[in-house]
């Protein structure tokens, strides 16, 4: 049974930093690709970031780009969403995805506010 489970979510101020955590079972996560999506009140989801099976490849949305990384520990089955110089738009649900696959968590707030 796949599993994914999103952690770090959270109030910060403009320009703050947080680190979403998300941790995957139930399939082979070494072989998988995995994204992070997020969607805003009022707006369809996005695809932010996007790391390949062993994180050799990894893709942003232009709006995140330079200040979002994606990274994975295959050790830990856990992909990670290091976020700075967050701004007010940033603000949504980031869900994790297991590329492919229709598999999503159950999603994250993040609230970017002063």
């Known amino acids: 049974q796949v599993q994914l489970v999103e952690s770090g979510g959270g109030l910060v101020q403009p320009g703050g930093s947080l680190r979403l955590s998300c941790s995957a079972s139930g399939f082979s996560f070494s072989s998988a690709a995995m994204s992070w999506y997020r969607q805003a009140p009022g707006k369809e989801r996005e695809l932010v970031a996007s790391i390949s099976s062993i994180g050799g490849s990894r893709n942003y949305a232009d709006s995140v780009k330079g200040r979002f990384t994606i990274s994975r520990d295959n050790a830990k089955n856990t992909v990670y969403l290091q976020m700075n110089s967050l701004k007010r738009e940033d603000t949504a649900v980031y869900y994790c995805?297991?590329?492919?696959?229709?598999?999503w968590g159950q999603g994250t707030q993040v609230t970017v506010s002063s």
């Open positions: 995805y297991k590329v492919r696959s229709g598999y």
